[in-house]
């Protein structure tokens, strides 16, 4: 994969507040070395929250964000 590049994330503070649930995933080693540059490079201690970060960037937004995005 291309180098690891993207844009504002959350914070790791912000995902520290809220209720972990420990996850173990199988993925190609290209993708985990593209994981591991975005931890490096965003300053993460884990790959989980550089992964939760890329979840949260994909989750659909809430009614009320979308209406504002339309008008």
């Known amino acids: 994969m291309g180098a690891p590049c993207m844009g504002p994330m959350e914070s790791s503070e912000q995902f520290r507040e809220q209720e972990m649930v420990r ?3 199988e993925l190609p ?3 985990v070395d593209w994981i591991d540059g975005l931890r490096i ?3 993460f ?3 989980g929250l550089i992964v ?3 979840m949260r960037e994909l989750m659909p937004q809430p009614e009320a ?3 504002d995005e339309a008008a």
């Open 52 to 54: 939760a970060a890329l």
């Open 29 to 31: 080693r290209d993708l």
């Open 41 to 43: 490079q965003m300053g």
């Open 23 to 25: 996850l173990t995933l």
């Open 45 to 47: 201690r884990n790959r």
């Open 65 to 67: 964000e979308s209406m």
